[in-house]
Each structure stands twice: as structure tokens, then as C-alpha cells.
């Protein structure tokens, strides 16, 4: 079975600095990993994604995660977090094309001016 | 990518009662999924609609409470039946393109069942 973690419930950061959301996963073979994030009041918005190559990964809004797969992990960063950045965040795993998403249980961002 | 719009944004519902979800894309998609979101939790799939033939349901969720039609490749409905405050959550519809390899989502219905 896959499953991910998320170990923060909530993050906060000043605006300008640099922000981590965290995320570990366990899957068999090679995973497909996602962020998405959810504003308020609204559905989710595909942030990136990791397939292969590259373990560095680079997304919408100035978002990137790095894979690393001896720690099996997929952390969001930002280099300079903006208030408007505040929202939940959500990792997701798959174990190959076509399978089902399991999503972590999501991670509060929020970023004070 | 892919515009999804789904109706009713939100409804407030009575016990017993059921109400019926639609979600629309703007193209044809492969797969087209349902998703619940209960209040303060993370996204669990409730099933996978199949076009012309019967959802595929996940562990917990059952036809007769949770009924999905996909008549053609860029609608599909979910009801939720004989309602109860339990069932109070937001309902996702994602979908994705075949070899796109990542899901797109619906803006979600929000339901409130007293």
C-alpha cells in the first residue's frame, strides 16, 4: 500500500524568507509524486510534479521540490515565501500511470507580512 | 490542463434527502474521479467513474450511497444518498488525460447536511 506523510500540521514564515513544506512517502517501485495547494473556499491547483530525471523539480508560482529517494522524500521550497502564498498544501504519491492519488493529510502555510 | 466546473458550488441539505453533483470538463478526458474532503482532513477517493459502465468504487464507499453516471467522456454525476450530517464535506471532481499523468480538480461542492 502507498501512503505520505506530512509531519507539519502548520507552517509559518515571514514574508521574504525561504519556506519548506515537508513530505516522505512509501511506495513499491518508482514513485510519481505531486504538490497541489488549495486556497480557501476553493478546489486544488496542480503546483508540480516528479516523474523521472531531474531531482529537482520546478512549479507554478516560484515553487520547486527536490526528490530524494534514499530519505524518500519530496519537500515544496520557496526561495522568498509571500503572504499570498498562504494556503494548505497537499502531497500526493502514485505508484505508476493510471493508479490511484493518495494524498497526505495537508500542511497549513501561513506567511505573516 | 483542464476546465472543470462542477454545480452546485454549495448546498445546504436536509437528512434523508439526496443531492446529485455535476462535474463538466471543457474536453474530452480518459479518467474522471471523485474525491470527499471532510472538514479539517485530506482528500480520500470515494471512486473512479468509468464511462458506459459502473464506477469503481474504494474500500468504504458503496453504490447504493454514493450512485455515479459517466454518460460520455466530459460529464459525470455523483449523489449522495439518503443524507446525513456525516456526509457534510467537499466534493472533488479531478480528471486526467490519458499519458498526462497528473489530475486536475474541479472547484468542489460544498455540502452542509443538518
Known amino acids: 500500500a502507498q501512503s505520505v506523510a506530512q509531519p507539519e500540521d502548520q507552517v509559518n514564515v515571514a514574508e521574504g524568507n525561504p519556506l519548506t513544506v515537508k513530505c516522505t512517502y512509501s511506495?513499491?517501485?518508482?514513485?510519481?509524486l505531486f504538490w497541489y495547494v488549495q486556497y480557501p473556499n476553493r478546489g486544488l491547483q496542480f503546483l508540480l510534479k516528479y516523474i523521472t530525471g531531474d531531482n529537482l523539480v520546478k512549479g507554478s508560482y516560484g515553487f520547486e521540490a527536490e526528490f530524494n529517494k534514499s530519505q524518500t522524500s519530496f519537500h515544496l521550497k520557496k526561495p522568498s515565501a509571500l503572504v499570498s502564498d498562504s494556503a494548505l498544501y497537499f502531497c500526493?504519491?502514485?505508484?505508476?500511470?493510471?493508479?490511484?492519488?493518495?494524498f497526505g493529510k495537508g500542511t497549513m502555510l501561513l506567511v505573516s507580512p | 490542463s483542464a476546465v472543470i466546473s462542477q454545480k452546485p458550488s454549495r448546498d445546504i441539505c436536509q437528512r434523508g434527502t439526496s443531492l446529485t453533483i455535476q462535474c463538466q470538463v471543457d474536453s474530452q478526458v480518459t479518467m474522471m474521479f471523485w474525491y470527499r474532503q471532510q472538514p479539517g482532513q485530506s482528500l480520500t477517493l470515494i471512486a473512479t467513474a468509468n464511462q458506459g459502465s459502473e464506477a469503481t468504487y474504494e474500500s468504504g464507499f458503496v453504490i447504493d450511497k454514493f450512485p455515479i453516471s459517466r454518460p460520455n467522456l466530459t460529464f459525470s454525476t455523483l449523489t449522495v444518498s439518503n443524507m446525513s450530517p456525516e456526509d457534510s464535506s467537499i466534493y472533488l471532481c479531478?480528471?486526467?488525460?490519458?499519458?498526462?499523468?497528473?489530475?486536475?480538480f474541479g472547484p468542489g461542492t460544498r455540502l452542509t447536511v443538518l
Open positions: 511506495v513499491s517501485g518508482n514513485p510519481y
Open positions: 479531478s480528471v486526467e488525460k490519458i499519458a498526462a499523468n497528473e489530475q486536475f
Open positions: 500526493a504519491v502514485r505508484a505508476n500511470l493510471g493508479s490511484t492519488l493518495t
